[in-house]
């Protein structure tokens, strides 16, 4: 056993024993993000606990505890500094204490966007890449970007983990975090049912009838021909192509690592951006590799490794 | 003196001398982009021949010759890496044997824009500030980033200057970089004329009886009144609030310097940008400064020292 990992997300937290490149064992349990974070620890302790004693493993075998967190982390004091709705006393907790009387080990932690770029980077789709863009497409889109072996940070910890954020329409919907046009609020799943009730023909489609509207719904009505879910689909494709598009403007990588529930839907995504990308994206060294990440939900955990031995830091 | 400097643009090169944090003397020279880079080279010799006699220097009291360039430029290797219809004989040159062989002394060059934020960070706008973006409103849009010191390069040269580049309008007009809804493509000096003319009310304006548009013309319509005038003028405000938006979501800055000929009108951008920002970047962190470049064409020169000195080089 090389680490312990946490990857924590609003409903639920994983707990792993983790290898050089492997997930050793894990367990999943059920969190309350609104009732704060103060009260998973506990949960979280035990958790680890029983890990170890199934594995007959001690805390202290491993390089320490890599906490993946849903909200936006100081990676270099451990803290966290903004939330967003979930475990909003995160910012007033000192886990590196906790970990440190819970296991007598160091703990690091980073936001859970760059820990999945970490893992795919360390142990998936990325090895070998030094210049790599990844981008979650899910209920948000979250990201990350690692720029010449280096994870961007930015001064506030914001670099990098925005991608879901660059406006591609700008007179567009206003997005949750307060920019208007963002690509999540374009096209995600959390607006996906907006983004079908403003098309006109959608009440009177076949895909209305189907409620709650999901991508992987969207996608399979759009391969039957409906024309509502064709354009809704089309529509979307091309805001993740701009996205995209954006992303490797911004970061100049040689490799887009697609994350995501929507990628359930690869087989039509995948082409599509890859398209996309070689006929607009301005890179006239060459072609950008896109492909889907490949570590799925362990991705974060197996950022642990590169993450505590400060792999990607400069 | 401390070195000798060149800008170089697509139709004129300023030569200079430059100390510490100052232009001690320039000389701009006519020069043809479309005619290629070697025939340039000797008239740059001899400009230099003249300042450094003129001021009664020579070429071994300074630090080395930096050379800005309009263009894509790997300042490891010092070579032009892509041009833009301009210079195309760039690639094929040796600039480093061409410096040691008429001075005797190194060169070294990057990328205009990043030149430019360099001069503002070392002796301008910047100062001070290690997180800071630079956007340059002109024929197009060019820019540059410093995250945490650094002036970000990317694998292929390209990161952080293609702040123009980033789509804002995932379904908008085609941009020359080949990317679609480009903010250049949507609201700079060179799409103002397509821009105009998709205004249904422009051919019956006042604006259009005084062609040729620029920005300076559309404000001052703008300010009397003219109803097309606004219609556009807001129009492309916006465009430049969500690539602003965008650059911050991307690079994290505590400060964004705005400079480039359509800054003519600061009185009117500047305080809308400020706005725009304060209410649609998403930092929980504060506040985001907004200012004006304050080198003017002096920057990309006074790029010169910080950059032989590799001061924001890792």
Not at 256 to 271: E, H, N, Q, R
Request: overall charge negative; charged content about 15%.
């Amino acid at each position: 056993m090389k680490a312990l990992a946490v990857d924590l997300g609003g409903s639920h937290a994983t707990c792993a024993l983790v290898g050089d490149q492997s997930v050793l064992v894990s367990k999943v349990v059920a969190t309350d993000g609104s009732h704060g974070l103060e009260p998973v620890l506990p949960v979280l302790r035990e958790t680890f606990v029983g890990l170890l004693s199934q594995s007959r493993m001690s805390a202290s075998d491993g390089e320490g505890l890599a906490f993946s967190f849903c909200g936006i982390v100081d990676s270099s004091t451990q803290r966290i500094l903004a939330t967003n709705g979930k475990y909003d006393d995160g910012p007033t907790l000192d886990l590196v204490g906790w970990c440190r009387e819970s296991f007598g080990i160091t703990l690091k932690m980073a936001n859970d966007a760059r820990m999945a770029l970490l893992g795919e980077w360390y142990a998936g789709a990325a090895r070998g890449s030094n210049d790599v863009v990844m981008i979650t497409l899910g209920t948000g889109m979250g990201g990350a970007a690692m720029v010449q072996g280096q994870l961007l940070w930015g001064k506030h910890f914001q670099a990098g983990c925005l991608g879901g954020h660059f406006p591609v329409q700008f007179n567009g919907r206003t997005c949750s975090c307060g920019a208007i046009g963002c690509a999540e609020a374009e096209a995600s799943t959390v607006s996906l049912p907006g983004l079908c009730k403003s098309n006109p023909g959608y009440e009177s489609s076949e895909l209305a009838r189907d409620e709650p509207v999901t991508f992987e719904k969207l996608f399979q009505y759009g391969q039957k021909g409906d024309h509502v879910a064709i354009e809704i689909r089309e529509r979307c494709l091309q805001v993740w192509g701009a996205a995209t598009v954006a992303l490797i403007h911004a970061y100049d990588p040689e490799l887009l690592v697609l994350g995501g529930g929507v990628m359930k839907s690869a087989s039509v995504i995948l082409p599509y951006l890859q398209n996309y990308i070689h006929r607009h994206a301005w890179t006239p060294w060459g072609k950008v590799k896109v492909c889907a990440a490949e570590l799925g939900n362990d991705a974060a955990l197996l950022g642990a490794i590169p993450l505590l031995r400060g792999l990607a830091d400069r």
